[in-house]
């Protein structure tokens, strides 16, 4: 086992990787941005290193900084948690030479699972659907035109260099194609330095659920069920819940296989999750892999009851996987994230957080770094805490979720705790019967309602 893991991250999952390395009696190193000076991963960390200013090119992202303070600090393993390097297959090589442990896959899985097309491309291999479409860049609008009528509209054009829900567009005629492809292609290049463009068909009331993988380095792949995360605004999750409302056990089976037949093609190891499209007719089209641990990592640890960040160590460290395949899952579990923004206009809201009081009860779980007049810096993502809500069944799940909500007294900053009771109050979404769109309808409810009041 690790002698002393860094943290090369901040913020709720920094305190998580914490919290499992405190479990295992493995001593931690924080690394933390000017910014973060009065963090709880600071706080909480055995020793911590200063890594620069708050912003995170400077800081969270200095690979430099990071390799001198595992070194400095005797830390012999690096946890990414999620974002900032958590899919940089360079920072990984570095690690490597550095003899330094990665808590994550190797490199060049990393670097073919984290290419759109490469993932795509392996994923055809592995015998798991994809939905028709380019699969490489285009290279004209020709090549785009032919494409979307062999396909059929409507299409999506995707920004190859895009990511966190942003750089898509939905095109539903050839004369919208035309007119869209240039300006998708020129805003890809002003926003991510990289103008490449792929087209594939465009589902209209998908759902998008995940599978949680997990791999070992003696070749032992298992799956730990889906994630529903079809709750989303601007293509950003909100809410998730395991089990997901949509799968029957037969369809769980089916996508829980193909998401291991394509981690054993590519010789995964640790943590992975492998998102999918769902169509009506139970079709099912792979997405793309995150080859790290989740936002969302939680609501499978409350059903499931393993700890995927100490199983992520202990697979770094070399050891066998010994939980079966699609273990046996108990109750139901729901995650609602907590961000610093506006309920109504998402603005965010930075600020000092005057009260914060949290809920507590059965079947209620918080991951935050927040406290009582920490200041939520500007600089970073808005994600304040995670509530999570497990019970018997989903209904109770939602009432405790419910319960928890009214409970969690947040002054000081806006959050969007009122914009989530409103959606567990929504019927829809208590049926369980929602797509990808879910927002769009209920935005349009919420708007029908103001007007009849
Ligand atoms: P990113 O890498 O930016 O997160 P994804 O490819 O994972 O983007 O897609 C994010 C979301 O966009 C999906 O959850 C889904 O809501 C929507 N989406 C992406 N591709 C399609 C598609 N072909 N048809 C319908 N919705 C899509």
Redesign the pocket.
């Known amino acids: 086992m690790f002698r002393k893991i860094l943290i090369a991250n901040r913020g709720e999952i920094a305190l998580r990787i914490i919290q499992a390395c405190r479990e295992l009696g493995i001593p931690t190193v924080a690394v933390y941005a000017t910014a973060d000076r009065d963090s709880l991963h600071v706080t909480y960390a055995d020793e911590e290193v200063c890594i620069g200013p708050p912003p995170s090119g400077q800081s969270y992202l200095n690979i430099s900084a990071l390799v001198s303070a595992a070194e400095i600090t005797g830390a012999d393993a690096i946890h990414p948690g999620y974002g900032f390097l958590a899919e940089n297959a360079h920072f990984a090589e570095v690690l490597a030479e550095c003899n330094l442990a990665w808590i994550g896959p190797p490199p060049e899985v990393i670097r073919r699972m984290g290419d ?1 097309a490469a993932a795509r491309r392996t994923a055809v291999e592995a015998g798991v659907p994809v ?1 028709p479409g380019s699969g490489e860049p285009l290279a004209s609008l020709s090549e785009a035109r032919q494409l979307a009528a062999g396909v059929g509209f409507p299409v ?1 054009l ?1 920004a190859a260099a ?7 567009r939905i095109v539903r005629s050839e004369a919208e194609l035309d007119k869209s492809f240039e300006t998708a292609s020129h805003e890809a290049l002003k926003a991510f330095g990289d103008g490449s463009i792929y087209l ?5 009331e ?1 759902r ?1 659920i995940e599978f949680q993988v997990f791999g070992d380095s003696h070749g032992n792949v298992i799956h730990l069920g889906e994630r529903e ?2 709750i ?1 605004r601007r ?1 950003q999750k909100i809410i998730e819940e395991a089990p997901s409302p949509a799968l029957t056990p037969e369809l769980r089976e089916k996508m829980g296989e193909a998401s291991v037949r394509l981690c054993q093609h590519v010789g995964y190891q640790n943590a992975g999750t492998i ?1 999918y ?1 769902l169509d009506h007719d139970g079709s099912f089209y792979f ?2 892999m995150n080859t790290r641990i989740q936002v969302e990592h939680p609501v499978t640890e409350m059903v499931t009851g393993v700890d995927l960040v100490k199983l992520q160590i202990a697979i770094a460290a070399g050891e066998r996987l010994t939980i079966p395949s699609g273990l046996r899952h108990r109750g139901h579990a729901i995650e609602c994230r907590i961000n610093a923004e506006d309920p109504r206009t998402f603005a965010p809201s930075p600020g000092r957080l005057t009260t914060f009081h949290l809920p507590g009860g059965p079947g209620v779980r918080v991951d935050t770094h927040g406290y009582e007049d920490y200041v939520v810096p500007p600089h970073y993502d808005s994600l304040v805490a995670k509530l999570i809500a497990h019970g018997n069944d989903r209904e109770e799940a939602i009432a405790r979720m419910k319960r928890a909500l009214d409970f969690f007294v947040i002054e000081g900053i806006r959050t969007i705790i009122p914009l989530h009771r409103e959606i567990l109050r929504d019927p829809v979404f208590r049926s369980g019967r929602f797509s ?1 769109r879910f927002m769009e309808g209920f935005q349009g409810r919420r708007a029908a309602e103001a007007k009849d009041q």
């Open positions: 759109k939905l999506i995707k895009g990511g966190g829900g942003r750089g898509m594939e068909k465009y589902l209209e998908p998008h995360c079809s989303q293509h998102e499209l997405m793309e990808t």
